[in-house]
């Protein structure tokens, strides 16, 4: 448990890093789609590179899982994070990934037809009472337009990341190598937005827009390169559920971050939410460590 526990470590710091590194991008103007998929480009790239020094090269014959995989697990959660972070701030779009934990064992016992056991059904309950508390309290939450519309939308990134998690472990191609797997599904994942950046009519203009800053987008694409490197290894060795507690981690990075480094104030009732969604998390992986032994 060890390498999960630095694995976990890392994937937080990373992920919770490159949110401001997108409230900055999008306040340059760099619009959506071009931005992510310039990010996943170069990510994928540095994957693919990687995976070929290992001797484990992005493989065919799994295309529905890639292409399902990059749209749940990555396309639509990006996308979403570079929208919502303008209105409501880096710091509550990162408690937003604290959720997943949560929604992760949700999703799963959904698909398993089984009701999770009662702590882990308190965590839920107790999580969610926290995101009321949030939603309730936001005030201007950091960002431009807080209003309700732009924070339930933020709330569709960990039902995104949720039932990527869940739909990866569940059908996890025989004998993949993590970095084999990481390399395809993002490679897929920057054809899909690539198609998205002309679909949405940001085209060579919204890519011109990307590559006017430069050192933003640079490192983006090694954070998220980094990040996917040990996300994948992690779910290998953690389960889509340990892998959920990455949020743990990105949420407090976020809110850090989003303090200091983005001037972004929230309101002391955003804290205690942000507090109680910790302790419906906790509770939920606790029962899952139970359920586990």
């Excluded at 732009?150 to 993590?178: E, F, K, Q, T």
């Excluded at 990040?227 to 889509?240: I, S, Y």
Aim: net charge positive; hydrophobic share 60%.
């Amino acid at each position: 448990m060890r390498e999960a526990a630095l694995l976990l470590t890392g994937c937080g710091l990373c992920l919770g890093s490159t949110f401001p590194l997108q409230k900055l991008a999008a306040a340059a103007g760099v619009p959506p789609a071009s931005w992510v998929f310039a990010s996943t480009l170069g990510a994928s790239l540095l994957l693919t590179l990687g995976a070929i020094v290992k001797g484990v090269p992005p493989r065919g014959g799994h295309g529905a899982y890639y292409v399902i995989a990059a749209l749940v697990s990555f396309v639509l959660p990006n996308l979403i994070v570079f929208v919502v972070i303008p209105r409501i701030g880096a710091g509550l779009t990162a408690v937003m990934f604290a959720l997943s934990p949560i929604m992760t064992l949700t999703v799963a016992s959904l698909v398993a037809r089984k009701l999770p056991a009662p702590l882990g059904v308190l965590g839920i309950l107790v999580g969610l009472a926290g995101v009321l508390v949030i939603i309730a309290f936001r005030g201007d939450a950091g960002g431009a337009d807080a209003t309700l519309g732009w924070v339930l939308l933020g709330l569709m990134i960990p039902v995104c990341l949720a039932s990527g998690n869940v739909y990866r472990s569940h059908n996890w191609p025989a004998g993949a190598d993590p970095l084999s797997l990481a390399s395809a599904i993002n490679l897929v994942a920057a054809g899909l937005l690539f198609a998205a950046v002309f679909a949405s009519g940001e085209g060579m203009t919204g890519l011109a827009m990307v590559a006017s800053v430069p050192v933003l987008i640079a490192a983006q694409v090694l954070a998220t390169g980094a990040n996917l490197a040990m996300f994948f290894r992690l779910q290998h060795v953690g389960g889509p559920v340990y892998l959920s507690q990455i949020g743990y981690v990105v949420a407090a990075v976020g809110l850090v971050t989003g303090t200091i480094w983005l001037g972004e104030n929230y309101a002391p009732a955003t804290w205690a939410g942000a507090g109680v969604v910790v302790i419906g998390v906790a509770l939920v992986t606790l029962a899952q460590a139970r359920a586990s032994r």
